[in-house]
């Protein structure tokens, strides 16, 4: 029998990107998609890319319709899952939170990023950070996951290697990243627009970003120290990808470790982290589309000196193709299905 599949915020990016992925799904039936604003309108008619995949009108969220589900995610801004979390719980409903509402366990850190109250603090410990590559095990057993952030992804994934086998200076992280437009979700910023941010770059961000304690609270529980990595977010004129451009400087004792070989095992079992061979160059294209981190490490110049390069597309592995990875790990389905499309290139 299929699997009965809500989704609140079907009308976002990420939303869609959803829909675009759990259509081909043969386990999963989406039975409920919400917007509040477009309630009652055909989600074909908002997004012609699913006519003749999906039969369904938005409704307006309700937790009564929802719990009817299986699983829910929520595909929409900060501080709204936390509020319905508990009683699709309670409902036997099992929730994928894409926002961050339980990604920093430690709750006063949350609710200084995140500037309100948190509504649900005693999920916060249950819920189990979605990166399958770190924590797939404990997502399998999960009835809540706080799918990680798109940069946290590029970033923590990048480092990983590195930071588990204690290889680098660990207050010397520098992680120097880009995403396109989508990151910031469908809504309405004139930051976003044409004219604002094509044929443009620049840094934002820079004092703090929301991604900059979910990356050090992720690094710190591997390497068991507190980490606190500097981490810079730009705005590239394109739609989808990320760039992560990871720095380190390798401990004295690990200077001569092979880490091409160290990344090529570490991530050889993983269906969704590509390692390139040494000295390649990842480009955002090359996962368009696609459920993949690609990366590739170089060693230039000082020996000690580390750079990794890591891409995903920020709606995919970033954020909807990790969710629909969760979803298959926590309802006990194989972690690929509706998952192994390459990238679109070009
Ligand atoms: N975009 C990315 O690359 C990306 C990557 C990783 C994680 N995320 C996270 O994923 C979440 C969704 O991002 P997005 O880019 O898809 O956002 P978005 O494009 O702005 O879409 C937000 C969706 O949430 C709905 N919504 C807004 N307020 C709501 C409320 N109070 N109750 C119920 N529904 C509400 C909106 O529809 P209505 O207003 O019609 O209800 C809309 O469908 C965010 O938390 C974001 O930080 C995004």
């Not at 204690?166 to 004139?190: F, P, Y």
């Not at 529980?221 to 590239?236: C, G, N, R």
Request: net charge negative; charged share 20%.
């Amino acid at each position: 029998m299929k699997r009965k599949i809500g989704i609140v915020g079907a009308t976002g990016y990420t939303g869609v990107e959803l829909l675009r992925l759990l259509v081909s799904h043969p386990d999963v039936e989406i039975t409920c998609v919400t917007s509040r604003e477009h309630a009652g309108s055909r989600v074909d008619a908002m997004f012609p890319n699913l006519r003749g995949y999906l039969d369904l009108a938005f409704t307006a969220p309700s937790d009564e319709a929802l719990s009817a589900c299986d699983l829910v995610f929520f595909a929409t801004p900060n501080g709204v899952a936390m509020k319905s979390t508990q009683t699709l719980l309670d409902a036997g409903t099992k929730v994928i939170d894409l926002a961050a509402d339980f990604r920093i366990k430690d709750i006063a850190i949350w609710e200084k990023w995140y500037g309100m109250q948190h509504a649900s603090p005693n999920l916060v410990e249950e819920a189990v950070y979605g990166l399958p590559e770190l924590n797939r095990e404990h997502i399998r057993q999960a009835r809540l996951v706080a799918n990680p952030g798109c940069y946290p992804t590029a970033v923590t994934l990048g480092l990983l290697p590195l930071v588990e086998n204690g290889l680098i200076d660990l207050e010397g992280i520098i992680a120097d990243t880009k995403s396109g437009v989508s990151g910031a979700g469908r809504k309405a910023e004139v930051h976003a627009l044409l004219a604002e941010a094509g044929d443009n770059f620049k840094a934002y961000a820079v004092a703090g970003h929301r991604h900059q304690p979910e990356i050090a609270q992720t690094l710190s529980t591997v390497a068991q120290i507190s980490i606190d990595p500097v981490f810079v977010p730009h705005l590239l004129p394109m739609i989808r990808g990320i760039h992560a451009t990871l720095y380190a400087m390798l401990s004295v004792e690990a200077a001569q470790a092979d880490l091409q070989q160290l990344y090529t095992t570490r991530y050889a079992n993983e269906p969704f982290v590509d390692v390139m061979p040494a000295g390649s160059h990842p480009e955002t294209r090359s996962v368009r589309g696609a459920n993949v981190c690609r990366m590739a490490i170089h060693r230039p110049g000082n020996a000690r000196r580390v750079v990794v390069l890591s891409v995903i597309d920020n709606l995919v592995k970033g954020a909807a193709g990790q969710a629909v990875q969760n979803m298959n790990l926590m309802l006990g389905l194989s972690e690929h299905i509706a998952l192994q499309q390459p990238g679109l290139l070009p």
